[in-house]
Structure formats: C-alpha cells, structure tokens
C-alpha cells in the first residue's frame, strides 16, 4: 500500500504538476530536439554577434589598442581615429535623457498606480505605452522639423540669456562642476602631462550652456532620448509599485501617515531596488538608440564644452559613416559598434538581475 | 490636553502632502503630452501630403516633381516577408520550447539570452547582419535586410510565443497526455493550435516592431530609387526613405516623408490596438 502511494507520489512534482518523465515516443524525443535545436541557435546568435563584431574590429584594435577609447581624435584622411567624442557624446546625451525622464517617469508611475482612478489610469498608460511603439525614424523627424526650430528660436537663447557663460549663474556652474571634476583631473595629472589647469577648466565648464542656438545638438537628442525611453522606465516602476501589497500603504496610512508619507515609506522604499533596475534599463536604451539621436544630434565629431552644440554619438556615427566607410575606418566603426554593444549587454544584465531579484521577493 | 491642537509640523505634514499629491497628479496629466504633440503634427503634416502617387510611383530624379514611395513599399513588404522566413520557425521553436520545457537549464538560460537579445542596440544588429550577409557577398541586398530584421524578431517573438502558451492551463495538457497521444501531438494540436489567435498577435506585433526598424537596414538593404530588383540587389524601405528624404533639402520629399511616417504610425496604432483587444480576450477566457 504504502509502495503504491508513493508511485503514485513520484509521477506529480512539487507543485502537483504532473510530471513528464522520459520522453517515451521516438518522435517526441525527435520534436524535443527540434525545438532545442532553436533554443540553441540564440544563445549561438548572440555570441556570433560578439565574434564577428570582433572580427570587422580587429584591425582597429591592432593598431590602436586600447588607446582608440580614449583618444579624442577623428580624421578619416589621415586614417587616425579615436572613439572620445563618441562615448561623450552618448554619455551626455543619456545623460541629460535620465536627468528629465526618472522624475517624469517616476511621477507618471505613481500617479497610475496610487492616485489615479483605474479608468484614467487606463488611458494614460495606454498613451504612455505607445510612445515605445512609435518607430525612431519618426521621432527623429519630429526632432528635426518640430523640436530643432523650437529649441534654436526659443529654448537655446532663453537658456543662454539666463545660464551662459556671461552670466552669474553660468560662472556658478562652471565653478561647481570645476569642483566636481578637479579630483579626476588631478588624478590625471599624475600619469600624463597634458591635464588640464583649473583655468582651462573652469572655462570649458562655464560654457555649459554656451551659444549659439543651433537647434539640433545634444540637449535636443537628450530631450528626444528622454520621451523615447519614458515608457520604458514608467512600465516597470509601474509593476513594481504594483508587486507592493496594499496592506504596507493601508498600515502606514493607519498609523497616522499621511497619504504622501505612506507612499513615500511603503511604496518608494520598499521599490528601490526595481526602480534602479528600471533607471538602469532605460539608460540602456538610451545609449543604444540610433536613429532618432543621428537627425537631431547635430553630427559633429567633436567634443564642444557647450551642451548645445552639436555632437555625435557611438550609434549616431555609424550610422553617420559606416555605409561610405572602408578600410581602417569601417573597422574603427566596427570596434566603436563592438564597445557599445559590450557596454549594453552589461547594463542589461545588471538591471535584469535587480528587476528578477526584486520579482522573487 | 486638547489632542486635536495641530503643531506647527503637523501642518507641514499637511502641506507636503498637498504638493506632492498635486505634482504627482500634474506629472501624471503631463504624461499624454508627448504623444499627442507627435501624433498631433504627424497628422497636420502627413495627411495632406499623401496622395495616390505616393501609393502607386517611384521616385522622380531630382528637379522633376511627383513621384512616392511605391519602391519603399514594396521593398518594405519584402524584407518583412524575408524576415518572417527566416524568424518565424526559429521565434516560434524557440518560444515552444520554453514555454513546454520550462524546466530545463537550456530554457532558462534561453529566457535570459532573448531579454538580453531584445535590448542589444538596433545598428549592432545592422553591423552583425553587415559582417555575415553584406561582407562575404560583397553587396548590399535584401538578404541581408531581411536577415538583420529576422535577428530582432527572433528574440521578441520567442519570448511572446512563451507568454501566450502559457496562458494555457496545465490541465489541459495532462487531458492530452491521459489519452495517451504523444506529447508532441499535444503540444502542437492543443496548445499551440488551441493558443493561435495570441501566436498570431505575437507575430504581427513584432511585424509591426520590425517594419518601423531604420538602423539595421541603413547599410544592409540600403536604398534604391527604381523599385525591387532582386533579393540580391539593394533594397528600399519606409524607415529608410523617411531618412534620408527627412535630410534631403527638398521641400516635396520632406512632405513624402511625412506622409510616410503617417502610414507608419497608423500601422503601429492598429496592430497594437488590435494586440490589447486580442489579448484582452485570451485572458478573459482561461
């Protein structure tokens, strides 16, 4: 009897699923092939990526080494090249996207998870979702011909009248961000000899906001790059707060909270951990976006201390270049499409953990 | 003791909840903004300048006027069937395989990879499908187009075929598999017949993604002027000519691209209007 009752028991597993013991038909075990087959192609698609993107790149890194990372030099005629511009240019410009679109999105989660009643909430998570449906050609022709005007006619002079480098505040920023950035310089100092004076810093710095208005440059791509990666962070802070069960608001509401202290204590503590991966995930798709950032950006391959001025970013210059590219060029692109794609994989990995690690709690 | 005296910081209290309630509220009307300003002067621009040449012609050379986007079109519809070729056995099998073996290493370790997939920037794809298809062939083609589309479909429709499988109850498959027919019967003529409606939201859904895709093609399919002449052979498409007609100095080609990015954009709001109806209904029935 008792032998019977555990047969019985062996063919359920843990969470009283049946289960599928050996395969017993030869053309299961054929289809199960098949379909692994597939499985295994992506995981072999992913790591083709990397081989032969390491494979365009390697002239490039032959010659240059590391150094092409970190050289801020580009001059096709000369075959000499160096990826600075680039990376600043996408650091900046993800950047600023960050800086205007957590709080936006952060506000726009709560909001539909907390305050919201559910038939609004409906309509205006559909309206934020489909902004990550619109293809990036149109956002960068919006950007062009709708944002570009706006900002060269009315937001770029309003900002450099009241931040440039001829005003107080301008000065205040560049001293703040001198400041900021002297220990890396200092540090810089040690090993080269071509650091910077603090002069030479605060100058630079103080033109943060410095003319003139083109319209496209890298506060219009940022400003793009914000709506575009919206969605992305609103989604996710979104099912986060919502794994937060309503007891934690209810009890801190019933010791005396107010309602924005109980959100504050139960929701946005609790969250911290999914909104970071959330930043974390829109950050990656900042950096990787290509299309809309190329017709906004300004493509211009240098580094400008103004961050109105035209710029080029990792993804914008391939776009820009590869299809006129040959030789040391084209692979020099490559090796630039090579640490961007290293750099996304990383991130993505690091904010799919922390969402997982925040889904199991 | 009067309890109900407010202290100076109970009033505080009162007043930060007020303001951040109201930002919240403020950010939270703020947030149908983007997409209405984009809707909005994609409307104003792109209705007006569509016209049944743009359906019907190539483009004009430079100096003459008229012409559309029928090249476009037609290569658009190309190398999204080329993708599908290629992406549908691979997405779908791969999806199978981990929604009915989700308890093996490979599925997980496959879930992963196809999140990882998903967000690998789009011109990477294109310098991926460059290296395997473009370089050895020595020519731009919509081989190539079609194959650096199918390697973004791939991973989204993998992971959506998974979802939608696993909407179906357990029990369902233990009924299968009680009347003794093997489980890849099961599989395919209950589950994955039984959940067709959602695969085929899944696939059109990420029909829609890939046919508004720019980067992957610029130096894979590239671009032509004359209308499809081969899969060996460079290849419009809709993203693309809204690109470089957007950067053209052209009055008229701005407005063909406008009127391009209409289209598109009506395409992306049906297909996903339609997925929310689609889905709606599969969940409201298990």
């Known amino acids: ?361 | 003791m009067n309890l109900k005296a407010e202290t100076g910081r109970d009033i505080r209290r009162k007043i930060y909840n007020k303001l951040a309630l109201g930002m919240i509220s403020v950010l939270g009307a703020l947030a149908i903004m983007p997409m209405i300003l984009i809707f909005v002067y994609i409307l104003i621009e792109g209705i007006p300048a569509l016209s049944l040449d743009f359906f019907l012609e190539n483009p004009k050379p430079l100096g003459e006027s008229g012409g559309g986007m029928a090249n476009a079109i037609v290569g658009t519809v190309i190398l999204v069937a080329l993708s599908c070729l290629i992406g549908l056995p691979v997405g779908l099998g791969a999806g199978i395989f981990m929604a009915e073996y989700s308890y093996t290493k490979t599925s997980k370790l496959l879930r992963f990879t196809s999140d990882i997939l998903t967000s690998v920037p789009s011109i990477i794809v294109g310098l991926f499908a460059y290296a395997v298809v473009v370089k050895p062939l020595k020519a731009y083609s919509a081989w190539a187009g079609g194959f650096a589309l199918a390697v973004i479909m791939i991973p989204i429709l993998a992971r959506t075929t998974e979802e939608i499988l696993k909407l179906i109850p357990h029990h369902i498959r233990e009924a299968g598999l009680a009347l003794g027919i093997p489980r890849w019967r099961v599989t395919m003529r209950i589950v994955f017949a039984g959940s067709f409606a959602g695969i085929l939201t899944g696939i059109i859904l990420s029909v829609a993604r890939i046919a508004g895709e720019t980067a992957p093609l610029l130096f894979t399919a590239f671009g032509n002027n004359f209308g499809f002449r081969g899969l060996g052979q460079p290849t419009a498409s809709l993203p693309v000519q809204i690109y470089n007609y957007a950067l053209s100095p052209y009055k008229e080609w701005h407005d063909q691209a406008w009127a391009a990015s209409f289209i598109l954009l009506v395409m992306v709001f049906i297909v996903n209007l339609l997925t929310r109806v689609v889905f709606k209904d599969q969940r409201g029935e298990s």
């Open chain 1, 1 to 361: 009897m008792n032998q019977a009752l555990k047969g019985l028991r062996s063919l359920f597993t843990k969470d009283n699923t049946i289960r599928v013991p050996r395969d017993t038909h030869l053309s299961d075990r054929l289809f199960k092939y098949a379909l692994r087959f597939n499985a295994w192609l992506i995981l072999a698609m992913l790591l083709a990526m990397f081989l032969f993107l390491l494979e365009l790149s390697w002239p490039t890194l032959r010659e240059f080494g590391f150094s092409f990372f970190v050289k801020n030099t580009w001059n096709p005629p000369l075959d000499e090249y160096g990826a600075l511009a680039f990376i600043y240019g996408t650091l900046g410009t993800s950047f600023i996207a960050l800086l205007l679109s957590v709080p936006f999105s952060l506000g726009v989660a709560l909001f539909l998870t907390e305050l919201a009643p559910k038939s609004i909430a409906k309509i205006v998570g559909f309206f934020v979702e489909m902004l990550a449906a619109i293809p990036s050609v149109i956002y960068g022709l919006w950007g062009i011909f709708i944002l570009a005007p706006i900002m060269q006619n009315t937001v770029q002079p309003t900002l450099i009248g009241l931040l440039g480098p001829e005003t107080l505040s301008g000065k205040i920023i560049g001293s703040l961000l001198t400041a900021l950035f002297y220990p890396v310089a200092f540090v810089y100092s040690l090993v080269a000899e071509n650091a910077p004076s603090i002069d030479a810093m605060f100058d630079h710095f103080k033109n943060t906001f410095g003319g003139p208005a083109f319209g496209v440059g890298m506060l219009s791509a940022g400003i793009i790059l914000s709506i575009m990666i919206t969605p992305t962070i609103t989604s996710i802070t979104r099912e986060v707060f919502l794994t937060i069960p309503k007891g934690n608001r209810e009890a801190a509401l019933g010791l005396g909270a107010t309602r924005w202290e109980a959100i504050r204590i139960s929701v946005l503590k609790a969250s911290r951990p999914g909104v970071i991966g959330a930043v974390i995930l829109g950050l990656g798709r900042a950096l990787g976006e290509t299309m809309a950032v190329t017709m906004v950006i300004g493509n211009r391959n240098e580094i400008d201390s103004s961050i109105l001025a035209p710029a080029q970013s990792m993804a914008s210059v391939i776009a820009n270049e590869y299809p006129e590219a040959f030789d040391l060029q084209l692979s020099s692109l490559a090796a630039v499409g090579l640490a961007l794609f290293i750099i996304s994989l990383l991130i993505n990995t690091a904010a799919r953990l922390i969402v997982w690690s925040m889904d199991r709690k």
